[in-house]
């Protein structure tokens, strides 16, 4: 898909991370895919490789995982931390994240939410995320000192799960309404043929999807919730509040 008028392909890549193969896909998938459209390049960060999962091994997995990753336009690669089902919060865990920061050096960061009523992979990996942006900035850090500090724009959480959903953070929604956004979006979603076999995820993802955008007066829409305010040089760079109801 060649990048429309409003393209930056010099920006800063998007880096993304997801507890399990399909997390991404599920989660955020629209985005990337809308992000790799418009040009800039896409960083997926896998986990682990699925296999405490009821369905599917972790070969399949990993090769579901690299088709959809391919869809959205988007690079991929696998870490091992403690393994599906086992993810622990640790320093040693942060600093090899904030290693991958350094290496990468994006502009903006996708994680899963912190709230804790979901896999508890998905919050532990959101706080590993956390706390890896913060330490790539850090210049005295003896296990990065061979990669240069980086600072990154902005650390934006999603929610695999509507339950994932903070009650204390306001939203901003990302309109992913384009057929071809929508379309590139389906098909890597459902690139995870063993994740369907129990329920049809993709369908509530685009429900979701589908609600915000009624919500926000587009077709579809998916929330990001950020770590932090953003800044803005002026109100000139605000778009419009999503309220339509």
Known sequence: MKPTPTSQPDAEPLLVFGAHPDDIEFGCGGIVAKETSLGRKAHLVVCSRGEA???????????????????????????????DARL???????????????????????????VENQHPDHWRLGK?????????????????????PHAIGQLLFYA?????EPSDISPFLVDVSAPEIIATWTAAMEAHASQMVTRNYSE???????A????????????????????????AQLGRGARRF
Do not use: M
Not at 128 to 148: I, T
Not at 160 to 164: G, K, Q
């Open 204 to 210: 509530l993802q685009l429900t979701r999807a589908r």
């Open 53 to 83: 999962g009821s369905n599917g091994t972790p070969e399949q997995r990993v090769a579901e995982a690299q088709k959809a990753a391919e869809g959205l336009g988007a690079s991929i690669e696998f870490i091992e931390l403690d393994g």
């Open 212 to 235: 915000n955008g009624l919500r926000a007066g587009v077709g579809h829409a998916i929330a990001l919730f950020p770590n932090d305010p953003p800044l803005i040089g002026s109100l």
């Open 88 to 114: 622990e919060v640790k320093a040693g865990h942060a600093i090899k994240l904030a290693r991958i920061l350094r290496r990468v050096k994006p502009g903006i960061v996708l994680a899963p939410t912190l």
């Open 160 to 164: 695999v799960t509507p339950e994932a």
């Open 128 to 148: 590993l995320v956390r706390d890896a942006s913060r330490l790539a900035r850090f210049g005295g850090l003896a296990e990065l000192r061979e990669l240069a």
